[in-house]
């Protein structure tokens, strides 16, 4: 659990990190370096979700690196299933992290939405959907990996 007193938003309790994987997490279907130690650190504090369509089929390889089983989203409907996840998990304690036009609404529905410039681009949905942007992955799991850096942003 990640406990968060915002001024001006009042307290967040974290308990998930729900994450788009490709374009998130990997590009073409292969993970990002160093993710899957950042995951073990994570997971101390956590409960790691990934949400994927499988675009490349190589999820599976995905899994096996971070020690997770993705939940595969039907294709032709990511947004609202992403966003369905995270609601279901109880919104008020999730943080996600994506950058895709159907990562919107999921990062809108969460307590801490976080969007990431990635070479795919960052959709103009995620971005307005967002609480907070950050240039990569690494900084994104860095805010959660160091809490008062998301308190010093969204602090009003």
Known sequence: MIKLD???RGVVQLAHLVCDVNGTLAVDGHLHEGLA??????RERLSLHLLTADTHGRQYIIDQ????EAVRVTRGNEAAQKAEYVRNLGAEHVAAIGQGANDAAMLQA???GIG???V???SGGALRSADIIVPDIYAALGLLENPLRIVATLRT
């Open 6 to 8: 915002i001024p001006g």
């Open 37 to 42: 130690q950042i995951f073990v650190t994570l």
């Open 65 to 68: 690196q971070l020690d997770l």
């Open 110 to 112: 969460a307590a801490i």
């Open 116 to 118: 990431i410039l990635s």
């Open 120 to 122: 795919e681009g960052l």
